[in-house]
């Protein structure tokens, strides 16, 4: 990517348009964060609901009191340690950021997204661009440029390639604006690795946490979904549940580690990673895949309910929840 096609982005954002771009996580749909007019682009252009918020990418942790207020210590702290990458924090936020970009709140989700071209792109426009992930809402995130055209087409005035995303999934969403840290949502950076910065680990978002919690991506029910109706089978029951869909006279694509349990026209089967970190560098490339088949039911093999496949779960948790045509919900970078 040369130098000439990051200033013909910044130019295009300061315009008022939307520019697509890759992050570490997955590529985002980015606006001006500070020109409403620009941001309500990404809603229709998503068919995204307006009151969810947007995380806003900054070009270095330098421009947080630009955007943020009463910025605790913990976020100074876990600043230094992880941006850029792959950590969104919820804070207060600071007079004259658009409610079009908090979903009215008053907080705003920042992070400084560690991938070198989303970085020159944010240090030339010099300020935040709010980028949710770059899909119609609702649907699978995209981890290439293709997957970007694929979704949108000419509903972004330009997509910058970056090759494939090198994480894979959302970045993990802290909220830091209510006192205690609460983790809204899982991704590459853990709560024990937030734990190792801050001396303590957040609480996770549950029943109480939820009552006071701000808005954030990636915590509704449903998300991350195929048009394909998803199901999540146990190993123990996976050819069991394979092979039951098989004889109804069903299509079926399957993710699994297993191997494929038998040549068939109406089975197609995709090898899974063993390791978390590569599953989930995979896991929206492989459904997009399965997806594509045009089988009648995705079957997944479920992943151990570790730690280590926390994130994973939660995705893949919410694409069966909101797989098919009717389940429509949010997506973030």
């Known amino acids: 990517m040369t130098q000439t096609e990051i200033e013909r982005a910044t130019a295009l954002l300061r315009a008022g348009e939307l520019v697509a771009f890759p992050t570490e996580t997955v590529y985002g749909l980015g606006a001006d964060a500070r020109n409403t007019v620009a941001v309500a682009k990404i809603f229709a252009a998503k068919g995204r609901p307006a009151d969810h918020p947007l995380i806003v990418h900054l070009p270095d942790a330098e421009h947080l009191t630009a955007w943020a207020s009463d910025i605790p210590r913990d976020a100074i702290a876990l600043g230094r340690v992880f941006w850029p990458g792959p950590l969104t924090l919820i804070l207060k936020r600071e007079q004259g950021v658009p409610d079009a970009v908090t979903g009215g709140q008053d907080t705003v989700g920042l992070r400084v997204p560690n991938h070198p071209l989303a970085l020159a792109l944010l240090k030339t426009f010099g300020s935040g661009i709010a980028a949710p992930s770059a899909n119609r809402f609702g649907r699978i995130s995209p981890t290439t440029a293709a997957h970007v055209h694929e979704e949108l087409g000419e509903r972004v005035a330009l997509i910058l390639d970056g090759g494939t995303c090198t994480v894979g999934i959302e970045s993990t969403i802290l909220d830091l604006s209510r006192g205690e840290p609460v983790l809204l949502r899982p991704g590459a950076i853990s709560?024990?690795?937030?734990?190792?910065?801050?001396?303590?680990?957040?609480?996770?978002?549950?029943?109480?946490?939820?009552?006071?919690?701000?808005?954030?991506?990636?915590?509704?029910?449903?998300?991350?979904?195929p048009r394909t109706p998803l199901r999540l089978i146990e190993t123990s029951q996976l050819t069991n549940e394979v092979c039951a869909t098989l004889a109804s006279g069903m299509s079926v694509a399957v993710l699994a580690w297993q191997p494929s349990l038998r040549s068939e026209t109406r089975l197609a089967w995709v090898s899974a990673a063993n390791d978390p970190a590569q599953y989930a560098h995979d896991l929206y490339a492989n459904l997009r895949r399965l997806d594509n088949i045009g089988a009648n039911t995705i079957v997944i093999e479920a992943p151990p309910a570790t730690a280590e496949w926390l994130a994973v779960n939660d995705r893949l948790s919410r694409a069966a929840y909101g797989s098919g045509e009717n389940d429509m919900v949010s997506d973030e970078t």
């Open 191 to 225: 709560a024990a690795e937030i734990a190792a910065v801050i001396g303590r680990l957040p609480q996770a978002l549950d029943s109480t946490t939820r009552e006071t919690a701000p808005r954030a991506s990636g915590t509704l029910a449903a998300h991350y979904a």
